[in-house]
C-alpha cells in the first residue's frame, strides 16, 4: 500500500464494527456503488480476523452511515485469473488523466458476498470491480464490459481448482 | 412517463447533451444510439438491476468475519 493511503487525523467517524475513527483516508466516489448513490465517502480498513496471519479482505467503511460496510479482495489472491483494461473514462472518472496513468496509480479491488456468513459460500462480483486511485483519493465502481465475468464467482471454489 | 414515436434513423435530444437514435428494427429488437458526455453512465437496464442488486447482499454483512486467512497457494503437479 503506498504512502498516500496511510491514514490522516480527520473529524471523528462512528462505525458499528470498528468504534469511531479518528485517522483515515477518505476516499470520494465519483461513480456510486450502485444502489448506494446516496453514499458516496468510505474508508479502506483492514480485516484482522485471521490475526496474525495476512487476511485477503478487506473493509471499505462508509464514512456517512455507521452500519454500511462492504468486504473487498483483489481476485488474484484467491488465484482467480483477473484482467481488465481500464478504459479512458474510467480514468478521468477517478480525475486522472489517462496518457500519465501508470499500473501503480491504480488499485482494482471487487466486492465479496458473504451469504449466512459462511465462507465456503462466499462469492465476488468480478463484472463490477471497485477502482481506486489512492493518490487522488478517489474511486468508482466500474462496470465491465465482459460477459466472461460474473457477478457470482465462488471464491473459495477458485482456490480448490486452480 | 413520457411517450414518442421514432422512425428508424430519428433521434430524441435529452437536455443539451443527450442524444439517443434509432439505430436499427428488426423482429422486435430495436438498436439503439447513445451519445452522452463521459460522465454520464448508460447501462443496460437488466444490468444495472443485477450489480445493484449484488451490491445489496454484499452491504452490511456480519459483525465481524469469521476467521479467512489468505489461501495457500495451490501446489501445481507435473
Not at chain 1, 495476512?54 to 467503511?61: A, C, I, K, R, Y
Not at chain 2, 443527450?18 to 423482429?27: A, E, H, R, S
Request: hydrophobic share 40%.
Amino acid at each position: 500500500m503506498s504512502s498516500s493511503m496511510s491514514p490522516v487525523l480527520g473529524s471523528p467517524v462512528p462505525t458499528t464494527r470498528f468504534g469511531t475513527l479518528t485517522t483515515y483516508q477518505p476516499l470520494v466516489f465519483t461513480r456510486p456503488i450502485l444502489g448506494f448513490e446516496a453514499f458516496t465517502q468510505y474508508s479502506l480498513l483492514p480485516d484482522l480476523s485471521g490475526f496474525p496471519e495476512e487476511s485477503p479482505l478487506v473493509w471499505l467503511q462508509s464514512l456517512q452511515s455507521p452500519g454500511l460496510a462492504f468486504v473487498l479482495t483483489q481476485p488474484h489472491l484467491f488465484h482467480m485469473p483477473y484482467e481488465l483494461d481500464v478504459p479512458d473514462d474510467c480514468l478521468l472518472a477517478l480525475e486522472l488523466e489517462p496518457k500519465d496513468v501508470t499500473p501503480d496509480d491504480l488499485q482494482v479491488y471487487t466486492l465479496v458476498t458473504i451469504p449466512d456468513a459462511n465462507l465456503a459460500l462466499a462469492t465476488t462480483n468480478l463484472l463490477a470491480p471497485i477502482i481506486i486511485a489512492p493518490a487522488k483519493g478517489t474511486a468508482v465502481q466500474w462496470v465491465l464490459n465482459n460477459p466472461n465475468y460474473p457477478t457470482k464467482a465462488l471464491l473459495v471454489a477458485q482456490t480448490q481448482s486452480s | 412517463m413520457l411517450v414518442l414515436s421514432r422512425k428508424l434513423g430519428q433521434k430524441i435530444r435529452i437536455n443539451d447533451t443527450i442524444v439517443i437514435t434509432i439505430l436499427d428494427v428488426q423482429n422486435g429488437l430495436v438498436k439503439v444510439g447513445v451519445d452522452a458526455p463521459r460522465d454520464i453512465a448508460v447501462y443496460r437496464e437488466e444490468l444495472y438491476k443485477e450489480i445493484r442488486d449484488a451490491n445489496q447482499k454484499a452491504a452490511s454483512p456480519v459483525q465481524e468475519l469469521p476467521r479467512f486467512v489468505k489461501p495457500v497457494t495451490p501446489v501445481v503437479t507435473e
